[in-house]
């Protein structure tokens, strides 16, 4: 079974302050990671993956995110935050192995302060 | 190019009637994806298509609720005898293929309210 979990509900960061949401997973073989925004009144999309390589990929938006093995993590961050940013975000997985589900996170709202 | 349309993008039924949602891909995107957001809560996922075939249809929560695709192209989800539980956002998504490493595209959402 593949899981996903994003400890926070709510982050709260002030205009112009890094940003991080937070995402930890559970896969049997090797998991592919995704980000998701969901804008108010808008659909959800995509913002960064992991596939394989580098463990810190660039996305859109100028948001980013690290893949830990070890932690089995996939925090999304961005290193200066804009009133624009606040949304709902979503962390995804999908297992090498079972190519077709993908699971959500319960998502984070992220608001951003001016 | 278009992005994922669904429509209607509102629906308010009575329990107990049936409902059809309808998706219609990216062009050229051969997977195809339902899944629920209930108020306040993540995505569910319930099933998905390659092609027209539905290799995983573990996330529909009953027999109430099927889904068919033809052509490979436009995707229909149907709810039969509605309750109040099956009120939702019922978003589709697509993408290149089933294989893992490809992103989804989402349509914006059919909002279903069931009286």
């Known amino acids: 079974a593949q899981s996903v979990a994003q400890p926070e509900d709510q982050v709260n960061v002030a205009e112009g302050n890094p940003l991080t949401v937070k995402c930890t997973y559970s896969?049997?073989?090797?998991?592919?990671l995704f980000w998701y925004v969901q804008y108010p009144n808008r659909g959800l999309q995509f913002l960064l993956k992991?596939?394989?390589?580098?463990?810190l990929v660039k996305g859109s938006y100028g948001f980013e995110a690290e893949f830990n093995k070890s932690q089995t993590s996939f925090h999304l961050k961005k290193p200066s935050a804009l009133v624009s940013d606040s949304a709902l975000y979503f962390c995804?997985?999908?297992?090498?192995?079972?190519?077709?589900?993908?699971?959500f996170g319960d998502g984070t709202t992220l608001t951003v302060k001016p | 190019g278009a992005g994922v349309s669904q429509s209607p993008s509102n629906k308010v039924t009575e329990k107990g009637k049936d409902v059809e949602l309808r998706c219609d891909p990216i062009?050229?995107?051969?997977?195809l994806y339902w899944y629920r957001q209930s108020l306040g809560q993540g995505l569910e996922f319930l099933i998905y298509?390659?092609?027209?075939?539905?290799?995983?249809k573990s996330g529909l929560p009953s027999d109430r609720f099927s889904a068919e695709r033809t052509g490979g192209s436009v995707s229909t989800l149907t709810i039969q005898r509605t309750q109040q539980e099956d009120s939702a956002v019922y978003l589709c998504?697509?993408?290149?293929?089933?294989?893992?490493?490809?992103?989804?595209?989402f349509g914006p959402g059919t909002r279903l309210t069931v009286t």
């Open positions: 298509f390659q092609g027209n075939s539905a290799p995983d």
């Open positions: 998504a697509s993408s290149l293929s089933w294989e893992a490493l490809n992103e989804q595209y």
């Open positions: 995804a997985v999908r297992d090498s192995a079972n190519a077709g589900k993908s699971t």
């Open positions: 062009s050229g995107h051969t997977a």
């Open positions: 992991y596939i394989t390589g580098d463990n």
């Open positions: 896969v049997s073989g090797n998991p592919y």
